[in-house]
């Protein structure tokens, strides 16, 4: 397959459409492998990590080289890739080890303290993980590091549109030694289809449709799923904002990579006294933005679409808004040359319109006024989906009390993107934009692991436990008895009721 570079249409590289059954023997090799991988301990997986980290520091530009060839982005959106993966491999690599700690936990009751009890994490054997093309290196190093980390094998099916990343991050993996656990199968969706088939448990990047396709095969397989899907995330810009930064938050938040972020600022709903003088701002900080492609070059804030179908979708979106009354600000249309698309202004928008209710993911701003803060969240809430969102405010206790009522996985307060490099908080979609959630400290980590419990008998072992067979009146009471007296409540705990 051809992989091109949507800049200039240029090809930048090929791979291999690997067929079903190449996926399915993979699976097998890694599945054989993976028991020596988990063997080995946190500790000596959180080294290999720390090579690995090495070795992504060493090769930071090349990789970022490769990041811009497939994308199309500017140097400076795709410079945040490898940055972002080393500083999550430190994450996984410091903390593994203690999230994976077996619990010891005291018993719920009494009766429990005939038992020491042990809650222990025991890895899936292989993970399967199918990516996106937003951000070709980090959607790879987002979920395979924490399983890697987990003692799982991994397998990775990047995005048919921006395979070359993921290549190279199994190239490092090969590179530097560690134990043949990792890797990367490139191809379309019957690749993508083998990997759900194959797998042990599948994280899913990428659209709500595909996840919805995923979930139901691996429903009919009982077979774990975790979605993280597609996004509308609302901006919420309150009366007391500080305009100046709030525009340039927003301008970022919507624009980073051409707006090809799941937690992309989608939607702004502007309180009424400022909403003049944001939208003046608005249009004034999107003129000064520099569209174009120059390679390691930083002439450019906004780079090309991945695909030229992306152009098409906010082309549609545009084209939908304007026929139902909405008016263009600034930009508006695909640039001709290359997957291009201008950063792109709307007012007079409502929620008629595709373009605030159906994904972009695209350089679109539409603007809405809002009578208060109660028409902000109602409006921010009325959306199928619920991935991210953010509140610009001058007062940040009235913005958390804002966040609290809004139905999205992550709510940054005067910030855009902010909680997808916090590491310790969960990220994951409500509603149409996933199930499950990546990071977010223990939980991040185990997910990737199937719970044992162990129950080991304290104290001297009696003949019989009083459950057991023979039936018998006596033992029967004494559990009931012992029931009222730990569980009931009140005179419930020492008298039964009458015929009891
Ligand atoms: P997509 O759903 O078309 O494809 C994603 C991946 O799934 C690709 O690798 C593709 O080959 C594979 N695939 C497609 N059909 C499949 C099937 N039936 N079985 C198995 N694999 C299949 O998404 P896309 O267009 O590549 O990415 C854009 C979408 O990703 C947007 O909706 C965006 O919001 C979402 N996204 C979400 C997050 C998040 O963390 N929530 C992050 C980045 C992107």
Not at 13 to 29: L, R, W
Not at 275 to 296: I, K, N, S, T
Not at 444 to 453: N, T
């Amino acid at each position: 397959m051809d992989v091109r570079n949507p800049a200039d249409g240029l090809v930048v590289g090929q791979v291999q459409d690997h067929p079903p059954a190449m996926v399915a023997d993979t699976v097998g090799q890694l599945r054989r492998l993976q028991p020596e991988w988990d063997a080995i301990g946190s500790a000596a997986r959180a080294e290999w990590l720390l090579r690995l980290l090495d070795w992504l520091m060493d090769n930071s530009d090349r990789l970022t080289d490769v990041v811009q060839s497939e994308t199309g982005k500017t140097r400076f959106d795709a410079g945040i890739e490898v940055p972002a993966a080393i500083d999550l491999a430190k994450y996984w690599a410091r903390h593994a080890g203690g999230f994976l700690t077996e619990e010891r936990p005291t018993p719920h009751s009494p009766i429990g303290l005939t038992k020491r009890l042990i809650t222990r994490y025991q890895p899936y054997p292989v993970v399967g993980i199918i990516t996106p093309w937003n951000l070709p290196l980090l959607n790879p190093c987002f979920d395979a590091f924490s399983a890697l980390m987990a003692g799982a094998a991994v397998l990775v099916k990047p995005s048919e549109v921006t395979p070359l990343s993921a290549g190279e991050l199994a190239r490092g993996w090969a590179e530097i030694g560690a134990p043949p656990v990792f890797s990367v199968l490139t191809g379309g969706v019957e690749t993508g289809r083998a990997v759900v088939d194959a797998v042990d448990y599948v994280q899913f990047t990428g659209s709500t449709a595909t996840g919805r396709a995923i979930a139901s095969v691996c429903g009919d397989a009982l077979k774990p799923c975790s979605l993280e899907l597609g996004g509308k995330d609302p901006a919420i810009v309150l009366a007391d904002a500080d305009i100046d930064r709030t525009v340039a938050g927003i301008v970022y938040g919507g624009l980073f990579n051409s707006g090809q972020v799941c937690i992309s600022v989608e939607r702004i709903y502007v309180e009424a006294p400022v909403y003049d003088r944001f939208v003046a701002c608005l249009v004034d900080q999107v003129r000064e933005l520099r569209q174009g492609h120059d390679d390691r070059g930083f002439r450019f804030d906004i780079g090309a679409m991945a695909t030229p179908g992306q152009c098409e979708i906010v082309t549609r979106h545009v084209e939908d808004a304007v026929s139902r009354g909405a008016r263009i600000l600034i930009g508006g249309k695909a640039t001709g040359a290359g997957a291009f698309f201008e950063p792109t202004v709307l007012v007079d928008v409502d929620h008629s319109m595709t373009c605030m209710t159906e994904e972009t993911f695209g350089p679109l701003l539409p603007v809405i006024r809002v009578a208060d803060e109660d028409e902000a969240i109602r409006l921010a809430n009325d959306s199928d989906y619920g991935l991210s969102a953010t509140v610009w405010c001058g007062d940040r206790q009235r913005g958390e009390r804002v966040a609290r009522r809004l139905e999205a996985g992550a709510v940054n307060i005067n910030d855009a993107f902010a909680n997808l490099v916090n590491f310790a908080v969960p990220m994951g979609g409500w509603k149409n934009s996933g199930m499950g959630a990546r990071f977010g400290g223990p939980a991040g980590i185990r997910k990737y692991c199937r719970q044992q419990a162990i129950l080991v008998p304290r104290g001297p072992a009696l003949k019989r436990e009083p459950l057991w067979y023979p039936a018998s009146r006596v033992r029967s009471r004494l559990v009931t008895t012992l029931m009222r007296i730990f569980d009931g409540r009140g005179r419930r705990r020492f008298f039964a009721a009458r015929g009891d």
